[in-house]
C-alpha cells in the first residue's frame, strides 16, 4: 500500500512538471486571429490531461524498474497475479468518458472557431503553382499581398487553379485547403495588427516551399487608405500605355518561379534574349517570337509547348492578369537582352 | 559466384529486366502501328512512353515471377502433372536466394528483405536531412527533394509489412504447434511477389521521380513524372503480398493450432497477427484501387478524378485513407503483440488481463475502420463529417489505453531483467505512449486545423512507427535470433544500439513536433530563415546520424555474432513458449513430436504449472 502512495505522489508531482515545463517552453506562436483563442484554450487543456496520462504511465513504469528490478543472484517469478477484472473495467470506462467529454469538447469548440459574422468582408483567394493571389469584390482591387483590416472577420472564398493547395498564417491557426474544382471557405478575424506569412501546407509540386505570401493587418483606416492606393494605381494604369516598370513586378510576383531573365533553366524556358530568338516546338515547328507569340503562350500555354518543357497550365485569367498586365510583361521582355 | 547467380532471386532479376523490355517493346509495337509518338525524352516519356513503361513493369512483375519459379508447382498442375507435396530446400546459404516452401525460411528472407528496405529507406531520409540541417538549398534541387521524401515514405512502409510479415511467418506456425503455414506454396508466392514491387519503387527514382509524397493526391499526381505510375504499380503489386500474406496467416491460425490450444490460450502474439491480418485482408484494396484509378485517369484519360471532366479529387482522399489509416495498425498491432509477448517473460509475471489485452487488438483494428476522414479535417469534404469521426478517432484510445495500463500491471510487483530484448520492448513501450499521447490534439477538429500538415504530425507518426514497430521488431531480432541461429546476438553492440537509437529517435520526434507547433510545415525542401529553425533542424540531422548510426551497429553485431557469437541453443529466456521448449535452430517442419496445450501461457510464478506438454 506505501508503494501505491508514493507512485501516486510521484504521478501528480511528474504531471504538474511535465505540464508546467510545456509551458514554460513557449509552444504556439503569437495569436493574431480570434479563431486562436478557443483552439489554444483547447489544446492547453488538452495538455493538461496529455501530461497527467504520461505520468500515469511513466512513473509506475520507472518505479517497478527499480523496486521490482530482479537483484543479483536471486531465482524465482514474480507474483502470480493474471489479472483484476475492476481494474481492467475501471481502466476501459474511465478513459471511454474523458474521450466522451473532449469529443463534446472538440464540436463545441469547433463551432466557435467556424462562428459566422454576416457582415464578413469577403475576400477571393486563389491559389497555383506557385503563388496566391487575392481579389477584394468589395473594392474591385486585386493584390498579391493580403492586407486585413484588425478585429473585422473576414470570408475567404478559396479556389485552385491547378492542384490542392492550403492556406495557412501560423499566427491565425485555422487551415483550409483549396480544391480545383470546387470552393472552399474559411472565416478568420485578425485581431493583432502586425505582418505574417501565408505559406501553402499542402505538397503541391517543385516549388511548394516557396508558395507563401505577406500578410498585412493594419487599422481600418490604413486599410482604407490602402485601397484607396490601390484603386489609383489600377486606374492610373488602365489610363497609361504598357509599362516595363509595371512588367517587372508582374514578373516578380506571378513568373519568377519558372521563368529565368538570366538565361538559366527554370521549369519553364527563360525570357533572357527571347524576343527575335529562334523557338523550337515539341512537335518541331520553328519560328521567330514575337509579341503575339508571348501573349499567346501566356493565355494558352498548352497551345504550344516549346521542346525540352513539360506543357504547363498556368491560368493567366484565374490568377487575375488582366490584358493590360500582359502587356506590361511584354513590355519587361523587350527589355531583357 | 556462378552458384550466386543462378539462385531463384537473380534468375527472377534477369527475367523481370527482359520482361519489362518485351512489355514496352510489345505496347510500342502496337503505337507504331496506329501511328503514336514511340519514343522522346521527356519528364513523362523516359525514351518509351509513359503506356509502354507501364504495361512493361507488369509484365517485368510476371515474368520475375516467372523466373525465380515460384510458380512452377502451380503451372505443373495446371498441365496436369504431379508433385512432390514438399520440397526439401539445399544446404546452405543458397536456400534464402530462391523460393523455398518452409515459413522459417520465407520468415527471414522476409525479415532480411524489410532490413535492406529499411537501409534504403534510411539513407534517402539521411539524404534529405541534411539538406535541411540549414535553411537555403544546399546540394538537392526541390524536385529530388521531393522524390526521396516520397521514397522514404513508401520504401519505409513497404519495408514494416515485409517486416510484420517475415516476424509473422517465423513465429505464428511454431507458436501454434504448425509444420507450416496452411498454403506453403501461396506463402512464397506472397514473398516473391514483393521483390519486384520493391524493384518497381525504387525504378521511379531513374523514370524522373515523382513529387506527391507517398500520399500521391491527384491532381497533382495526375501531372507528376513518369516515376509516379512505377509508384503506383509498385505499391499495387506490393498490395498483393499484403492481401495473399493476410489470406494465409488467418487460415493457419484457425486450421493448425495444437490441441488443446483455445482462442484464449494462443499466445498474445498470435491475436495480433490475426488482428493485423484482419485489416490487411479487407483494406488493402483500396489503396490498390484508388492508386489505378490514378494510374488509369493518366493512361487513358478517364477523369475520375479531374474536375474538368466531372471527377472530385476528394473521392481519392477517402479511398486512399480507407486502407492508408487502418495501415497504420496493421504496422503497429504486431509491434504492440511483441510487447505484450515478452513483457511476462522478463518481468517473469502472467501478462496482466491476457483477455482484455487480446480484445483490445481486435477493438484497435475494428475501430480503426471508422476513422479513415480525421486525415481530411481540413480537405474541404463535407464539414458536418468531421464530428463524428472526431467521435471515432478519439474512440481508439480506450482499447489503447488498455493495452498500456495492462503493461504496466504486469511489471508491477515482477522480478525484472533487462537485457537487450527487454530494453528495446520497455523503449517501444515509451515511444509509443509519447506518439498515442500526441494522438488527441490530431483529432479533435479545431486543434487539428492548426497541426494538420506541420512537423507536429511528422513528429506523431514517426513515435507511433518507431515505438509501434521498429523498437518491438529490433526487441524481437534480439528475443528471437538464437532460435534462428542457435547464436546470440552480442549484448554489448546491443546496447550501444539501444542507447544512440533511443536517445536519437526521442530528440528527433519531440524537436519536430516543437517546430511543427510554432509553424514549420512539413514536406519542404527548405524554410525561411526567419521562421528561425535552423539550429532546431539542424540538431533534428545530428539526431538522425545517431540513429543510422545505431542501425549500423546492429548490423555489424549481427554479423560478428553469426561468425563468432556466443551458442545459444536452449531456452535462452527462460521462456514458456512451445517455440523454447526444443532446441535451437529447429528443423523444417518444426517440431518432431506434437504438443498439447495443457495450461496458461503465462502462468510465470505458478510453481509446477506448464503451458505445453509435448506428446510422446
Not at chain 1, 524465482?76 to 478513459?95: K, M, Q
Not at chain 2, 495526375?222 to 504499380?233: H, N, S, V
Amino acid at each position: 500500500m506505501r508503494r501505491i502512495f508514493v507512485v501516486a505522489f510521484l504521478v501528480v508531482l511528474v504531471a504538474v512538471l511535465v505540464f508546467l515545463g510545456l509551458n514554460a517552453l513557449g509552444l504556439l506562436p503569437e495569436q493574431a486571429a480570434a479563431q486562436a483563442e478557443p483552439i489554444d484554450w483547447l489544446l492547453n487543456l488538452e495538455l493538461m490531461v496529455i501530461s497527467f496520462l504520461f505520468a500515469l504511465i511513466i512513473v509506475p513504469l520507472v518505479y517497478s524498474l527499480v523496486a521490482f528490478r530482479r537483484k543479483p543472484g536471486e531465482t524465482g517469478d514474480g507474483e502470480h497475479v493474471e489479472g483484476n477484472t475492476r481494474l481492467e473495467i475501471g481502466w476501459t470506462v474511465i478513459p471511454l468518458i474523458i474521450v466522451l467529454i473532449f469529443a463534446y469538447l472538440g464540436a463545441e469548440n469547433l463551432g466557435r472557431v467556424r462562428r459566422a459574422d454576416p457582415q464578413a468582408m469577403q475576400v477571393q483567394v486563389t491559389g497555383y503553382q506557385w503563388g496566391w493571389q487575392f481579389k477584394y469584390p468589395q473594392y474591385g482591387i486585386r493584390s498579391q499581398e493580403l492586407y486585413l483590416p484588425v478585429n473585422e472577420q473576414v470570408l475567404f472564398k478559396m479556389e485552385s487553379t491547378d492542384v490542392i493547395h492550403s492556406f495557412w498564417v501560423p499566427e491565425f491557426r485555422v487551415k483550409q485547403d483549396l480544391v480545383p474544382g470546387r470552393v472552399t471557405e474559411v472565416r478568420i478575424t485578425p485581431s493583432r495588427v502586425g505582418r505574417y506569412t501565408l505559406m501553402c501546407s499542402e505538397l503541391c509540386g517543385t516549388q511548394h516551399a516557396y508558395m507563401n505570401a505577406p500578410v498585412v493587418v493594419v487599422s481600418r483606416a490604413e486599410f482604407d487608405a490602402w485601397v484607396a492606393e490601390r484603386q489609383a494605381a489600377a486606374a492610373a494604369a488602365a489610363a497609361s500605355g504598357p509599362d516595363a516598370a509595371r512588367g517587372e513586378e508582374k514578373y516578380l510576383m506571378y513568373c519568377k518561379a519558372c521563368h529565368s531573365i538570366d538565361g538559366s533553366k527554370g521549369v519553364g524556358p527563360t525570357w533572357r534574349g527571347l524576343l527575335g530568338e529562334q523557338v523550337v516546338l515539341t512537335d518541331g515547328t520553328t519560328f521567330i517570337a514575337d509579341e503575339a507569340y508571348i501573349l499567346r503562350s501566356i493565355k494558352e500555354p498548352a497551345s504550344q509547348v516549346v521542346a525540352g518543357y513539360p506543357p504547363m497550365a498556368f491560368n493567366a485569367e484565374a490568377v487575375g492578369l488582366t490584358d493590360a498586365d500582359l502587356a506590361d510583361i511584354v513590355e519587361f521582355i523587350k527589355t531583357l537582352k | 559466384m556462378k552458384k550466386f547467380l543462378s539462385t531463384g532471386l537473380m534468375r527472377g532479376l534477369a527475367f523481370q529486366i527482359l520482361g519489362t523490355l518485351a512489355g514496352a517493346g510489345f505496347v510500342t509495337l502496337i503505337r507504331f502501328l496506329m501511328g503514336l509518338k514511340i519514343w522522346g525524352w521527356d519528364k513523362t516519356t523516359y525514351g518509351f512512353t509513359e503506356p509502354a513503361w507501364v504495361f512493361g513493369g507488369l509484365v517485368g512483375v510476371l515474368s520475375f515471377l516467372y523466373g525465380t519459379r515460384v510458380l512452377d508447382d502451380w503451372l505443373k498442375w495446371a498441365a496436369g502433372k504431379e508433385t512432390h507435396e514438399r520440397h526439401e530446400d539445399p544446404p546452405g546459404w543458397v536456400k534464402f536466394f530462391g523460393p523455398s516452401l518452409d515459413h522459417k525460411v520465407i520468415g527471414i528472407q522476409y525479415t532480411v528483405t524489410s532490413l535492406i528496405l529499411l537501409s534504403v529507406g534510411g539513407l534517402f531520409a539521411l539524404i534529405f536531412r541534411t539538406e535541411l540541417a540549414a535553411s537555403g538549398l544546399q546540394f538537392l534541387d526541390p524536385d529530388l527533394y521531393n522524390t526521396l521524401m516520397s521514397l522514404h515514405g513508401i520504401v519505409m512502409i513497404v519495408s514494416i509489412l515485409l517486416g510484420i510479415a517475415g516476424v509473422m511467418n517465423y513465429l505464428v506456425p511454431m507458436m501454434i504447434g504448425a509444420a507450416d503455414m496452411t498454403f506453403p506454396r501461396l506463402n512464397a508466392f506472397s514473398f516473391w511477389i514483393a521483390v519486384p514491387a520493391a524493384v518497381l519503387l525504387l525504378s521511379s527514382l531513374a523514370l524522373g521521380g515523382f513529387d506527391t509524397g507517398w500520399t500521391g493526391y491527384p491532381p497533382l499526381s495526375a501531372r507528376a513524372p513518369l516515376g509516379m505510375q512505377m509508384f503506383f504499380l509498385g505499391v499495387f503489386v506490393a498490395g498483393w503480398s499484403s492481401i495473399l500474406g493476410a489470406l494465409n496467416l488467418l487460415a493457419t491460425v484457425l486450421r493448425l493450432r495444437a490441441r488443446g490450444m483455445t482462442a484464449f490460450r494462443m499466445p498474445i502474439f498470435v491475436w495480433a497477427a490475426v488482428a493485423t491480418s484482419i485489416i490487411s485482408l479487407t483494406a488493402t484494396q483500396l489503396i490498390g484501387l484508388s492508386f489505378q484509378l490514378v494510374m488509369f485517369q493518366r493512361l487513358f484519360g478517364m477523369g475520375f478524378f479531374d474536375p474538368a471532366k466531372g471527377g472530385n479529387p476528394i473521392i481519392f482522399q477517402h479511398l486512399f485513407w480507407f486502407y492508408s489509416h487502418p495501415a497504420v495498425y496493421v504496422f503497429v498491432l504486431p509491434g504492440l503483440g511483441i510487447i505484450s509477448e515478452l513483457l511476462p517473460v522478463f518481468a517473469r509475471k502472467p501478462l496482466f488481463g491476457y483477455k482484455w489485452v487480446a480484445m483490445s487488438s481486435l477493438g484497435i483494428a475494428l475501430v480503426g475502420f471508422l476513422v479513415w476522414a480525421h486525415h481530411m479535417f481540413t480537405s474541404g469534404m463535407n464539414e458536418y463529417l468531421r464530428v463524428p469521426f472526431m467521435y471515432s478517432t478519439l474512440l481508439v484510445a480506450v482499447p489503447t489505453g488498455v493495452k498500456f495500463f495492462s503493461w504496466v500491471a504486469t511489471l508491477w510487483g515482477g522480478k525484472i531483467e533487462t537485457p537487450t530484448p527487454m530494453m528495446f520492448v520497455l523503449a517501444g513501450l515509451v515511444v509509443f505512449l509519447l506518439g498515442g499521447l500526441s494522438g488527441p490534439p490530431n483529432a479533435t477538429v479545431s486543434t487539428d486545423l492548426h497541426l494538420h500538415d506541420t512537423y507536429f504530425i511528422v513528429g506523431h507518426f514517426h513515435d507511433t512507427m518507431f515505438g509501434g514497430y521498429v523498437f518491438p521488431f529490433f526487441a524481437a531480432l534480439y528475443y528471437w535470433f538464437p532460435k534462428a541461429t542457435g547464436k546470440k546476438l552480442n549484448e554489448k553492440l546491443g546496447h550501444w544500439h539501444f542507447w544512440l537509437m533511443t536517445s536519437g529517435m526521442l530528440v528527433l520526434t519531440l524537436w519536430m513536433m516543437r517546430v511543427g507547433l510554432l509553424g514549420m510545415r512539413r514536406r519542404i525542401a527548405d524554410y525561411d530563415p526567419a521562421l528561425g529553425f535552423d539550429l532546431s533542424h539542424l540538431v533534428m540531422t545530428v539526431a538522425a546520424f545517431a540513429i543510422a548510426l545505431s542501425v549500423l551497429i546492429f548490423f555489424v553485431n549481427v554479423y560478428t555474432s553469426l561468425r563468432k557469437g556466443q551458442a545459444a541453443t536452449g531456452n535462452v529466456w527462460n521462456s514458456r513458449s512451445p517455440e523454447w521448449q526444443v532446441p535451437s535452430p529447429m528443423p523444417a517442419h518444426n517440431y518432431e513430436k506434437e504438443f498439447r496445450v495443457v495450461g496458461e501461457p503465462y502462468d510465470y510464478g505458478l510453481p509446477g504449472s506448464a503451458y505445453v506438454k509435448f506428446e510422446d
